[in-house]
């Protein structure tokens, strides 16, 4: 197998390696020139990634993702569908920062800014949740600030497709997602669907209006925690003056019970665009049970591995016993 650490200037079936944008535990993200000297982003998977079989699936699953949306607010993929050397994607090159990166520059944005990226995010992830589509993993990090204020989302690694089979374990499902923007039912290792999306959403106005996200903690696992069981905190103990019906849509994406959010994008889409013709009163929730925590589900996670070993050792027994007394 060969490796992805190519180097500026080294050539890869065509493309000319330009720098390094990013990497991780399972792929290289560079940015290069292709033969026409246009700039392209190439994700290349390790070695490892490529021979896991689950994580080879995922990459694949990625790839047709990419290539089923078309949106000005998604990252567009520019494969020519042509043979390569090697498996990797191709997708433009959005020339901007991440709103991570313009979040940290700026701290909390106005509620008009705020509001207009909210609407931009939930146009594109309309269009993906069309297309079957949902992303799991909607952050600042993943989101990308061009000319214009122009946002465009990007890396679809963990996303799902419909009818696409599980390539997890149900309890090692949690392991997929970013902690700070999970929705509690990642949390508990479920699959998620749009109101997942929804929910992430909800995180990133959050943050934009106040600079801060609803919950945080000393460790990943007090912050997925605070996702099954803390309420969401007061804009206005967070330091931020916002609108009693900005906040009241803030809180309805961020509902613990994925059927008391909005249902779908198109639904959040009509408030964000409407919302000074909106009253508070259509924003009055009821009391939030904890759901279970995430410690049960990593309880049974160990005990149904404990009970299949047990099981296993069982029937071997008995199969062994049965061959030595005929």
């Known amino acids: 197998m060969v490796?992805?650490?190519l180097k500026p200037g080294d050539e890869l079936?065509?493309?000319?390696?330009?720098?390094?944008?990013?990497?991780?535990?399972?792929s290289e993200v560079v940015l290069a020139t292709d033969g026409d000297g246009r700039r392209v982003v190439l994700k290349l998977p390790r070695d490892a990634a490529?021979?896991?079989?689950?994580?080879?699936?995922?990459?694949?699953?990625?790839?047709?993702?990419v290539r089923r949306?078309?949106?000005?607010?998604?990252?567009?993929?520019?494969?020519?569908?042509?043979?390569?050397?090697r498996p990797y994607l191709i997708v433009e090159y959005v020339d901007g920062e991440t709103l991570a990166g313009l979040l940290g520059r700026e701290g909390p944005l106005p509620v008009d800014r705020a509001i207009d990226f909210a609407c931009q995010l939930t146009r594109a992830m309309a269009h993906a949740h069309r297309q079957g589509v949902v992303h799991r993993d909607l952050k600042p990090l993943n989101v990308l600030v061009a000319a214009g204020d122009r946002l465009v989302i990007t890396d679809f690694g963990i996303g799902l497709l419909d009818g696409a089979k599980r390539l997890t374990w149900q309890w090692f499902g949690a392991a997929l997602g970013t902690p700070d923007y999970m929705s509690p039912e990642q949390v508990q290792g479920r699959r998620g669907d749009a109101r997942s999306d929804i929910f992430a959403i909800g995180v990133v106005l959050f943050e934009m209006l106040t600079g801060r996200v609803p919950w945080r903690g000393d460790n990943p696992m007090q912050v997925m925690e605070q996702h099954l069981g803390a309420p969401v905190p007061a804009m206005r103990d967070c330091g931020a003056e916002v609108p009693p019906v900005v906040e009241g849509i803030v809180r309805k994406c961020l509902r613990k019970q994925a059927d008391e959010r909005y249902q779908d994008a198109a639904a959040l889409l009509h408030?964000?665009?409407?919302?000074?013709?909106l009253t508070p009163e259509m924003f009055v929730f009821g009391d939030e049970?904890?759901?279970?925590?995430?410690?049960?589900?990593?309880?049974?996670?160990?005990?149904?591995?404990?009970?299949?070993?047990?099981?296993?050792?069982?029937?071997?027994?008995?199969a062994a016993y049965l061959i030595a007394h005929r």
Do not use: Y
Request: charge should be negative; avoid cysteine.
């Open 13 to 26: 079936d065509g493309f000319r390696i330009v720098q390094l944008l990013g990497q991780g535990a399972s």
């Open 69 to 85: 949306l078309d949106h000005p607010g998604i990252q567009r993929s520019t494969d020519d569908h042509l043979d390569r050397s």
């Open 289 to 318: 049970k904890p759901l279970p925590s995430a410690e049960s589900h990593l309880l049974l996670l160990v005990a149904g591995i404990v009970l299949s070993f047990l099981a296993f050792s069982t029937i071997f027994v008995t």
């Open 3 to 5: 490796n992805t650490d």
């Open 50 to 65: 490529l021979a896991s079989p689950s994580s080879f699936d995922r990459f694949r699953r990625e790839l047709e993702i």
């Open 271 to 277: 408030d964000l665009e409407h919302w000074p013709e």
